[in-house]
């Protein structure tokens, strides 16, 4: 990881679509975990657009750590074992990501702070819409 970073660069920028698919395999997996074996998810806010719509939302979200996970994965993709190692992610649901949404999943440097075992990159990571509003923020660190 000999590259230069600076303040304001942009270190990665993917798009994707929300689907319901993609929304549907997280609900499945996190009640596939908790039982022991495979199960489907009961209706809910990110699984049923009725469930959702009478909590108040336009029609079904993502679960936040759908974005979380699209985030970490560019970090991996990126820097690899030093992310994997020694990095940290922490990310806060400003807005929810409905079905069929286009999501830009960015990484920006922030800096890179002086340790005393080295260098750390602090970046700001966050997934925005098209019109440019973040629903997913949160802050990156990679040891360099």
Known sequence: ?????????????????????????YADAIETS??????????????DDEVARASGLPGRVADGMVS???????????????????GSLRTRYRRPITEDALVATVVL??????????RELMLDVWCETPDGEHRTVGEASVPL
Request: hydrophobic share 35%.
């Open 34 to 47: 908790l039982a022991g074996y495979s199960v489907t998810a009961a209706p809910n806010i990110h699984t």
């Open 1 to 25: 990881m000999s590259e230069l970073w600076t303040p304001g660069q942009e270190v990665h920028r993917m798009q994707r679509t929300m689907t319901a698919e993609r929304m549907r395999w």
């Open 68 to 86: 979380t996970n699209w985030l970490s994965s560019i970090l991996v993709e990126t820097f690899g074992d030093a992310y994997l190692r020694g």
């Open 109 to 118: 440097v922030r800096g890179v702070d002086e340790q005393p075992d080295g």
